[in-house]
């Protein structure tokens, strides 16, 4: 590059515009500094110096926004515009380098190097170079289609390859700062490189934005082929006296709706949706969701209901005939259906069945809808917890469909079905809502007459459903819907009730599952109570039923390998099936002892013995718990110790034991988590005993919690505590006194062989439960 002239020339600083040499363009000088740099060109041999601003948004640009190479160019034409606009048209004549700036104010003026690009001999790297370029240059134009052929034409006769290379530049529509890398090139073979890359990457980029217009073309011009072709059907259809398959299908909707006998409102509302059909085309994706909704309006029994059995006898026979026990839950039905034959408008109940896995609570529910002659529909509520699942989704998300009680609705086909609500104490909750919540309307009988659902929004009468709903526990149920449920406890079944289950229900259904007569495979009554003794160990019967199938299981691949016609299921056989026996529940001892007293426990799977023992050695006056208890176990193992402690001189125990012994608490198993506020007599029993030396009963057992001032408190499931001290072989059960009425829940078969003594306080406890020396 000769570096061999500089001039003084007046500057406009250009946005957004790169000018090359060679290049004849026009622009409009607005700027104040510019207008009066124009006018000074003009007097200095019309020539001005155009570099370009680094930020086009500048509109007073300091030295530093501005580029040092540009192009020097010959000022061609000026124009005055309206608004103090001039238009000027220049043409490029070479690239020049601001040297330095001679004055800023009023407008740019600097000293300019002249750069006149070196001569460049056409060898072959250049040759190639530019064939190259006028390879990917015709593609450009042809894909661009802005640049007249003539333009690529004219190329032919541009010898000088710097020249060549600019005058392509001028031409392609490239951002600034690639121009701006092009001017600053000054070797000729460097500037016809980066040419080239540019050159590949646009032809590149123009190819795909062709392929992506031609996709989005082909499928404008197949929606509209498409419409043109059904506008001709219809008029096709019309010219023959034929209806269209629109016309059709909304006349089919419209018979439908009419005949339906829907509700006013509801009538109202689907006829505007068929409108909306009939304006939005059965094709489009409007008419898709309408058809959707019009079709869930009517498969709703919006007024279609089966007829109640209202004979109390037949209703009852059912009840008794498919299910033992369960007393409380088939009273509750009775009584409904007796109220309702004489009120004749009675809205349907909302019971929970509340108790441990595997006593019946959802096959009653089915006996129920059979005895009521209801549809049944069944709803599992573990897990759920989208809101969304109870009221549905608003008809304007994609995909929305109705709530899981409007779905059961449908799959009921009347509007008066016996709905269970399975495991509601399981639901969970998120960031979309508590599903709880949307269960409040649905199990109110004040309210649910008009249960509106986010997708129907219309109001749907729920009031005739009977709802019934499940549970292991209350404790996870929020208060307010509890608050609309009538809870009924479901307790566990005793070994006598588990036996008729077995022998009349359980049994007879297991061969009829396996196709075998009651008459190959009979169960004697001591093979029976044998697996449920000592295979089971549970409040319901479920693995009592999974027992039973395996005994069946194994006597049908025995009478097939020995060629037995029947087998009778004795005790032996259910050992050689079955294998050792799985439990043996704690028998109490057959000794008195000092410092272990039998407590009783309840859990979610039925009641359970729970030995306390307590152990008093010499040391500092430590208390040590071990056994895994829970935090309420250890607080009324302290409220006991301090009772000691109070009321040492009463029960014959040294004064200062607190300062002399260490007494260590243990509760046997102890990986197994324990907690529970009715441990306190049994603890402070065990503690008296083991520090005054003298002996506990050994065929009793005691529950209740304890004050500080030695009054036996209350406590809950009383039933299944009974159920575990009998099958243990006590028979003498010491209870708060304010669980009396608890006692009419205990089974007869318990009562008649088990004593029960009422406790004010824990010297009641302590007379019946200590041995008198």
């Known amino acids: 590059m000769n570096n061999n002239k500089i001039e003084s020339l007046s500057l406009i600083p250009l946005r957004g515009i790169t000018i090359f040499p060679y290049m004849v363009l026009h622009f409009d000088v607005g700027r104040e500094k510019s207008i009066l740099a124009l006018e000074q060109a003009m007097l200095e041999e019309q020539k001005i110096f155009l570099p370009s601003q680094k930020e086009a948004k500048v509109e007073e640009p300091s030295q530093n926004d501005i580029f040092k190479i540009g192009t020097i160019c010959s000022i061609k034409q000026i124009l005055k515009l309206p608004g103090d606009t001039i238009r000027v048209l220049v043409e490029g004549q070479s690239r020049g380098k601001l040297k330095k700036y001679i004055q800023t104010d009023p407008f740019l003026k600097g000293e300019v190097e002249v750069l006149e690009d070196d001569e460049c001999d056409r060898n072959n790297e250049t040759e190639a170079l530019v064939r190259s370029i006028k390879k990917f240059f015709n593609e450009y134009v042809k894909l661009s289609g802005t640049i007249p052929l003539e333009t690529f034409m004219a190329l032919d006769d541009i010898d000088n390859p710097g020249r060549f290379s600019d005058t392509v530049t001028s031409y392609l529509m490239l951002k600034q700062d690639k121009k701006q890398e092009l001017i600053e090139t ?314 008729h289950i077995a022998k009349n229900h359980l049994i007879v259904k297991k061969l009829k599952e396996h196709q075998i007569d009651k008459n190959v495979i009979k169960f004697s009554d001591s093979s029976i109570y044998f697996i449920i003794d000592n295979y089971t160990r549970e409040s319901g019967v479920r693995s009592l039923e999974r027992k039973i199938a395996a005994v069946i299981r194994k006597s049908i691949t025995e009478m097939l390998e020995k060629d037995k016609k029947n087998i009778q299921i004795t005790i032996t056989k259910v050992k050689r099936y079955l294998g050792p026996e799985i439990f043996s529940y704690d028998k109490a001892d057959k000794k008195d002892k000092i410092g272990v007293v039998t407590g009783m426990a309840w859990t979610g799977y039925g009641g359970d013995t729970l030995p306390v023992e307590v152990s008093v050695m010499p040391g500092t006056g430590k208390l040590e718990l071990t056994g895994k208890l829970g935090d309420v176990m250890k607080e009324s193992a302290k409220a006991g110790y301090s009772y000691v402690r109070s009321n040492a001189g009463k029960y014959n125990i040294q004064g200062k034991f607190y300062k002399e012994k260490d007494i260590h608490i243990h509760v046997p198993e102890g990986a197994v988590p324990k907690d529970g506020p009715s441990a306190g007599v049994t603890m402070i029993t065990a503690m008296i005993s083991a520090l005054s030396n003298r002996r506990v009963k050994h065929n009793v057992a005691m529950t209740g919690e304890i004050t500080l001032t030695g009054r036996v408190l209350p406590i809950g499931g009383l039933k299944e505590k009974s159920l575990a001290a009998y099958r243990a072989g006590i028979d003498t059960i010491i209870i708060p006194r304010e669980n009396e009425k608890d006692l009419k829940e205990i089974p007869n078969t318990v009562k008649n062989k088990v004593k029960y003594i009422l406790a004010d306080n824990i010297d009641n406890v302590l007379d019946n439960a200590l041995v008198k020396d």
């Open 186 to 499: 000054y070797d000729v073979v460097s500037r016809l490189k980066k040419l080239l890359d540019i050159l590949i990457k646009e032809v590149d980029i123009l190819k795909l934005e062709k392929k992506i217009g031609l996709n989005v073309k082909k499928k404008i011009d197949k929606a509209q082929k498409d419409y043109y072709l059904r506008e001709q059907l219809k008029a096709i259809q019309e010219e023959l006296g034929e209806e269209d398959e629109d016309k059709k299908e909304i006349n089919n909707y419209k018979t439908k709706i009419t005949k339906a006998k829907l509700p006013k409102p509801v009538k109202e509302k689907t006829l505007y949706e068929l409108d909306r059909l009939k304006n939005a085309g059965s094709y489009s994706s409007e008419g898709g969701v309408i058809k959707t909704y019009i079709d869930w309006v009517l498969a709703l029994p919006w007024n279609k209901q089966t007829k109640d059995n209202l004979n109390i006898k037949s209703a009852r026979e059912i009840l008794e005939k498919e299910h033992y026990g369960l007393k409380d839950v088939k009273d509750r039905i009775i009584e409904y259906l007796a109220v309702k034959k004489v009120s004749n408008s009675l809205k349907g109940p909302i019971l929970c069945l509340v108790g441990p896995p595997g006593v019946g609570k959802t096959s009653i529910a089915k006996s129920i809808a059979h005895a009521l002659n209801r549809n049944f529909v069944r709803m599992s509520l573990g897990g759920i917890r989208d809101e969304a699942e109870i009221r549905g989704h608003r008809k304007t998300y994609v995909g929305a469909i109705p709530g899981r009680i409007i779905y059961g609705m449908k799959q009921a086909k009347s509007k008066n079905p016996l709905f269970l609500l399975d495991e509601i104490d399981k639901m969970s909750n998120d960031f979309r809502g508590d599903p709880a919540d949307a269960l409040l309307e649905v199990l109110d009988g004040e309210q649910n007459n008009t249960f509106r659902d986010h997708y129907l929004e219309l109001d749907f009468d729920l009031s005739n459903v009977l709802f019934i709903t499940t549970a292991n526990s209350l404790d996870t149920i929020p208060r307010p819907l509890l608050d609309r449920m009538e809870i009924i406890n479901v307790s566990g079944y005793t070994g006598e009730e588990k036996f």
